[in-house]
């Protein structure tokens, strides 16, 4: 058995890896026909992995995370409740958080991270006994220190090979944790996150495997391979290594696309053909593309995936994209960074400005019509119908 399978192998190891493959070397010789069960090859479940293959490598998946990460940076952040009157300072430190960066900019880094790992990190860098910064830390150099009851009582940040130990406060303690850690939920994790990205690896790997095919193709002219039938007796191993040599290089790549093959007597060409099915890459593209879309909440029209793209169409996706995805991205984590800076800035209630969303202008107007509309409502309850303090003594509002 075993002689029979190392001339099985040898036979094996004569065909050619790519490219047109050369049917036989001798009229007579047995052709072999080898199966294996093969397996998928799946790219790492780990978020450098991933972002390696995803963020830096497919185009799908970086605009839905730049779309994501920008837009909902960009929404502007407004003080409500009892506290509004004393937010200035907490706005302002949003608004410059450190001498490097601008509020947009800090947060756009943070949504960033929950979409390429599931969790994201805050330092608040105190001076004088007071938060004075605010930086984003990498995911990927933290590490928590669970306590007694395994929830996290430090978190170690590693970088340019020097750690820092941050220890949180006991519960109760009125005093600002010197970390902040957002998480998106996690069936399986209480303190991790699960990033949206690798609830799509499955579509990413197809993707960028339907990719790689087309490119292969147009390596080998855009047509699949053929076979060299020699008519003769044999080919001896000399004439078999230039005919390789000549068919890999003068007829393979984008540049030879459509030359014409040249063959010597006793050599004729059989096209092997690939079924339109086979061939149908675009579709399965289309279809991993939508697949990513919707693990990161973006409307497939707004990433110029095909679909009904009309003027109609687009305002309803954008509209959807600010309502399911981010808006609330925003809202959680203003409400997470004003509960985790309250020790020094007072209990402060932070929420997206929706009044000034372009998107949801159309459903502005909607409400303002019906509110004004609404004879048996006084104006003070029209006002907080639409999202504004109540009238004050006097007839001015606050």
């Given at each position: 058995?075993?002689?029979?399978?190392?001339?099985?192998?040898?036979?094996?190891?004569?065909?050619?890896?790519?490219?047109?493959?050369?049917?036989?070397?001798?009229?007579?010789?047995?052709?072999?026909?080898?199966?294996?069960?093969?397996?998928?090859?799946?790219?790492?479940?780990?978020?450098?992995?991933?972002?390696?293959?995803?963020?830096?490598?497919?185009?799908?998946?970086?605009?839905?995370?730049?779309?994501?990460?920008?837009?909902?940076?960009?929404?502007?952040?407004?003080?409500?409740?009892?506290?509004?009157?004393?937010?200035?300072?907490?706005?302002?430190?949003?608004?410059?958080?450190?001498p490097?960066?601008?509020?947009?900019?800090?947060?756009?880094?943070?949504?960033?991270?929950?979409?390429?790992?599931?969790?994201?990190?805050?330092?608040?860098?105190?001076?004088?006994?007071r938060?004075?910064?605010?930086?984003?830390?990498?995911?990927?150099?933290?590490?928590?220190?669970?306590?007694?009851?395994?929830?996290?009582?430090?978190?170690?940040?590693?970088?340019?090979?020097?750690?820092?130990?941050f220890?949180?406060?006991?519960?109760?303690?009125?005093?600002?944790?010197?970390?902040?850690?957002?998480?998106?939920?996690?069936?399986?994790?209480?303190?991790?996150?699960?990033?949206?990205?690798?609830?799509?690896?499955?579509?990413?790997?197809?993707?960028?495997?339907?990719?790689a095919?087309?490119?292969?193709?147009?390596?080998?002219?855009?047509?699949p391979?053929?076979?060299?039938?020699?008519?003769?007796s044999?080919?001896?191993?000399?004439?078999?290594?230039?005919?390789?040599?000549?068919?890999?290089?003068?007829?393979?790549?984008?540049?030879?696309?459509?030359?014409?093959?040249?063959?010597?007597?006793?050599?004729?060409?059989?096209?092997?053909?690939?079924?339109?099915?086979?061939?149908?890459?675009?579709?399965?593209?289309?279809?991993?593309?939508?697949?990513?879309?919707?693990?990161?909440?973006?409307p497939?029209?707004?990433?110029?995936?095909?679909?009904?793209?009309?003027?109609?169409?687009?305002a309803?996706?954008?509209?959807?994209?600010?309502?399911?995805?981010?808006?609330?991205?925003?809202?959680?984590?203003?409400?997470?960074?004003?509960?985790?800076?309250?020790?020094?800035?007072?209990?402060v209630?932070?929420?997206?400005d929706l009044?000034?969303?372009?998107?949801?202008?159309?459903?502005?107007?909607?409400?303002?019509?019906?509110?004004?509309?609404?004879?048996?409502?006084?104006?003070?309850?029209?006002?907080?119908?639409?999202g504004?303090?109540?009238?004050?003594?006097?007839?001015?509002?606050?």
């Amino acid at each position: 058995m075993s002689t029979v399978l190392e001339k099985l192998a040898r036979l094996a190891r004569r065909a050619a890896p790519g490219g047109p493959v050369l049917a036989t070397k001798a009229a007579a010789s047995p052709a072999f026909a080898l199966y294996a069960e093969g397996r998928a090859s799946w790219t790492p479940r780990d978020p450098a992995a991933l972002a390696r293959v995803g963020y830096q490598g497919n185009p799908v998946v970086h605009r839905a995370i730049r779309l994501v990460a920008e837009s909902a940076a960009s929404l502007p952040l407004i003080a409500t409740g009892p506290g509004a009157a004393r937010a200035a300072d907490l706005l302002a430190l949003l608004a410059r958080p450190n001498p490097r960066e601008s509020g947009t900019h800090l947060l756009e880094t943070v949504y960033a991270d929950l979409l390429l790992t599931g969790t994201a990190y805050l330092e608040a860098v105190a001076l004088d006994e007071r938060v004075a910064a605010l930086q984003a830390l990498r995911p990927g150099r933290m590490r928590m220190l669970p306590g007694p009851d395994g929830w996290p009582a430090a978190y170690v940040y590693t970088a340019g090979g020097r750690s820092r130990r941050f220890d949180l406060p006991a519960p109760g303690t009125p005093a600002v944790a010197p970390i902040l850690a957002l998480a998106l939920f996690h069936p399986d994790d209480e303190t991790g996150g699960l990033a949206p990205i690798e609830a799509a690896a499955t579509a990413l790997d197809i993707h960028n495997a339907a990719s790689a095919w087309n490119k292969a193709l147009l390596d080998n002219a855009a047509r699949p391979s053929g076979a060299l039938v020699f008519a003769g007796s044999s080919l001896s191993e000399p004439q078999f290594e230039r005919l390789k040599a000549e068919l890999e290089a003068n007829y393979q790549g984008a540049a030879n696309a459509g030359r014409p093959l040249l063959l010597e007597g006793g050599l004729d060409w059989k096209p092997l053909a690939l079924s339109p099915q086979d061939m149908d890459f675009v579709a399965a593209k289309n279809a991993a593309a939508r697949e990513i879309a919707l693990a990161f909440g973006v409307p497939p029209l707004l990433l110029g995936l095909p679909g009904d793209s009309t003027h109609a169409n687009y305002a309803e996706a954008n509209r959807a994209l600010y309502r399911q995805t981010l808006i609330p991205l925003a809202a959680r984590t203003a409400r997470a960074l004003a509960g985790w800076l309250e020790p020094d800035f007072g209990p402060v209630d932070l929420e997206p400005d929706l009044d000034r969303i372009e998107a949801l202008a159309g459903e502005r107007e909607s409400l303002w019509r019906r509110v004004q509309a609404a004879d048996f409502l006084t104006v003070s309850e029209k006002r907080e119908a639409v999202g504004y303090p109540p009238e004050r003594a006097g007839g001015v509002g606050g």
